[in-house]
């Protein structure tokens, strides 16, 4: 198996975890949250997302889903569209209200699409390529693709974990 087999089945788990934990959830369960500053299903979902689908345009070099396929006025969300969650106080979490499941799932085929089709593209000497020399040390292609895919590993379960505290 080539790395990019195994990061490409690896990433089709995110979805498979993202659809398993909201699909048939209505809107009002999507953004229902277990407890107070809690972050809900469907927020958890979109931000892990928002993350795959903003890192990996930026090292292909290609524009994010969420704007070359117009999920952002689909969503319609009063953020941003170059928000992916990250550092969102409660407030602002709140706000983010996922319009249905079908919507994020949908976004999620095409994030995965997307995805499948940059991780097929590489080879193993180009998971070396620094792309992020902000950090000490730089971090590579191979290091930033594990790093969101861990990222979205961990949303996707807190939303599964979500999904099941509303006995959904």
């Known amino acids: 198996m080539r790395s990019r087999d195994l990061l490409t089945y690896a ?39 928002r993350v795959q689908d903003d890192h990996l345009a930026e090292v292909a070099g290609s524009e994010q889903v969420w704007t070359a396929q117009g999920f952002a006025g689909r969503f319609a969300l009063p953020v941003d ?4 969650g990250y550092g969102m ?15 994020l799932l949908e976004y999620a085929d095409a994030v995965l699409s997307r995805s499948q089709e940059f991780l097929g593209g590489l080879s193993d000497d180009d998971l070396d390529r620094v792309v992020d020399q902000r950090w000490d040390p730089p971090v590579t292609l191979g290091v930033r693709l594990v790093s969101v895919l861990s990222d979205d590993l961990q949303h996707a379960g807190q939303a599964a974990y979500v999904r099941g505290l509303l006995g959904a």
């Open 11 to 49: 990433y089709s788990q995110v979805g498979e975890t993202l659809r398993a934990a909201v699909e048939g959830l209505s809107p009002e369960q999507l953004d229902q949250r277990p407890a107070p500053d809690a972050n809900p299903a469907g927020w958890l979902a979109w931000h892990a997302l």
């Open 81 to 84: 569209d170059a928000a992916t």
């Open 89 to 103: 106080s409660a407030d602002e979490v709140a706000a983010v209200r996922v319009p249905s499941a079908d919507l």
